[in-house]
């Protein structure tokens, strides 16, 4: 046999995953603004919560979560302390599941499959969304801490309590940011993919975020207590509070975004190496 | 004899659970050469171009594009590759522009090489007054010549076209044809999918007829067309693939998405 003469195609310059993951984030970027509907949603969603829980609940609520506090203005200060923490998860979780449907829409229509074929790094491809997910948590938190504080939220935290709250909702941002990629990548559709991370918006709500665990029955309560959201709002709280963190719940609060990180990237990994017909 | 394919594909199969797709493919095509691959709705023809291009796993057989084997060297095969598939595999909130310089970037050209590139394609498939505006507000046409456009940016030994030309008016559709023998012209390679028979009798170097799995024919359009003793290659389609063609939509094999 001779020497194949048309095989000397460039040599295959060694995968560069940070320069194709830059790529892939200007790109996610350059779609949220392009496509503002879907992120100002993601925003709109946990603002109209914390008005909703605030102004029409929490005059009653905030005396069952503080006690000795009397119901109406006082009660209603009371849980903006309490549910701020909360409403702030929920909002970086939202916009985790904003992730979903743009995974979706890329494997459903061709552009997926171009990726595919060309010499980039795999990780890049799903990585550079979750990068963009992981700016869009951090803007829409930024949005609601500035709404609960023009309402007259005061948290009480320094400069590395906030440094440390900047970092925890990107990891917790990144870790829902993958789940919710292969949530995406396993739906058949792109509405299947933005319906199936809805039962994520649940978690907020079955923890210690709305209401204090205890006062639930012990079924819900011992999912509340075990649940991933309840230490990381609890860590959340203790951040915003300038509290001493707690060292097993900050332990459970890491290792639970470790675990969703691992099992949301080794799923997604594996979506996107099947083969799609 | 092998120095000079750029596609060598020998006994290829492909099942998808119980459906056997390919049944033992054999296909070469030349470096430099336009070859196009016909055969009947649900005939493989996507199956194949998946199949080269990484996209989809051999069963069985071997293939070799651009000089590296599918299976062992994928990431050399990707490097080597073009592809435009069936499906628009643009960004439609981005702009042509955008598009162009997103595959520059992955394609790691560099920041000015890479704007000259996306400047370059843009101008030379007519593009350049659209350039700046999303490409979900441009035509269908417009939108394929971008598909193409990108997938040239690397400059691929090898381009895969899958029905390039569907849904094309027959203005949109030269203009692509005239795009595709430039780049052979150029030395690239280029195997098409098409349903349209004139496409492939204008175009091609050669021709494969696919049909039960396996090639059923192959040549110059030319040759074909004497050996079968057909005015036209829609005799020659007609007769290498009745039977099949007569299948009720239902029981025909689902071409891949």
């Known amino acids: 046999m001779t020497t194949v003469t048309i095989a000397s195609a460039p040599p295959v310059a060694g995968a560069r995953p940070l320069a194709d993951t830059l790529a892939m984030l200007r790109r996610n970027l350059l779609r949220a603004v392009r496509y503002p509907g879907l992120t100002s949603f993601t925003i709109a969603i946990p603002v109209i919560l914390l008005l909703l829980f605030v102004f029409v609940f929490g005059g009653a609520f905030g005396a069952g979560v503080a006690p000795g506090v009397t119901p109406g203005a006082d009660g209603r200060a009371a849980y903006l302390d309490y549910i701020t923490p909360a409403i702030l998860l929920f909002a970086v979780v939202g916009a985790a599941q904003s992730v979903a449907i743009s995974a979706s829409m890329d494997a459903t229509s061709g552009i997926m499959a171009r990726f595919k074929t060309m010499a980039i790094s795999p990780g890049s491809v799903l990585g550079g969304p979750v990068l963009g997910t992981v700016v869009q948590a951090l803007i829409a938190v930024v949005v609601v801490l500035g709404l609960a504080m023009a309402l007259g939220y005061r948290p009480d935290a320094g400069l590395a309590g906030w440094l440390a709250l900047a970092g925890l909702v990107a990891l917790v941002a990144f870790a829902f940011s993958w789940l919710c990629v292969a949530m995406g990548l396993s739906a058949k559709s792109v509405e299947t993919a933005s319906n199936t991370p809805m039962i994520l918006t649940a978690l907020p709500f079955l923890g210690s975020g709305f209401v204090p665990v205890e006062t639930m029955p012990a079924g819900v309560r011992w999912f509340a207590e075990y649940q991933p959201l309840t230490p990381i709002i609890e860590t959340t709280r203790a951040l915003l509070t300038g509290a001493a963190l707690d060292v097993s719940t900050t332990l459970l609060t890491l290792g639970w975004c470790a675990v969703i990180t691992g099992l949301g990237y080794a799923w997604a990994r594996s979506l996107y190496r099947r083969e799609r017909r | ?257």
Do not use: C
Request: proline residues 5%.
């Open chain 2, 1 to 257: 004899m092998t120095s000079d394919l750029a596609i060598d594909v020998r006994g290829l199969r492909k099942s998808f659970g119980d459906q056997t797709v390919l049944d033992g493919v054999d296909l070469a095509v030349r470096a430099g050469s336009i070859t196009a691959l016909l055969g009947p709705n649900g005939a493989g023809k996507t199956t194949i171009v998946g199949l080269l291009s990484t996209l989809l796993k051999i069963d069985a057989g071997t293939a070799r594009v651009a000089g590296h084997d599918v299976v062992a060297q994928p990431e050399a095969v990707r490097a080597a590759i073009g592809v435009t598939g069936q499906t628009s595999a643009v960004d439609d909130l981005l702009t042509g522009l955008e598009n162009l310089r997103l595959m520059a970037s992955l394609h790691h050209l560099g920041r000015r090489p890479g704007r000259e590139r996306a400047d370059a394609l843009l101008a030379q498939f007519g593009l350049t007054d659209a350039a700046r505006k999303p490409v979900s507000t441009w035509s269908g046409g417009m939108r394929r010549k971008l598909d193409l456009a990108m997938t040239l940016v690397g400059n691929p030994a090898v381009v895969f076209l899958d029905e390039p030309t569907t849904g094309l008016d027959p203005r949109s559709r030269r203009t692509l044809w005239d795009e595709v023998r430039a780049l052979a012209a150029a030395g690239t390679t280029i195997l098409l999918t098409t349903q349209y028979l004139e496409e492939a009798d204008r175009l091609a170097d050669r021709v494969a007829v696919l049909d039960g799995g396996r090639i059923a024919a192959g040549g110059p359009p030319a040759e074909l067309k004497s050996a079968h003793d057909a005015g036209s290659l829609d005799d020659v389609f007609l007769r290498l693939t009745e039977p099949s063609a007569e299948l009720p939509a239902e029981t025909a094999p689902k071409e891949m998405a």
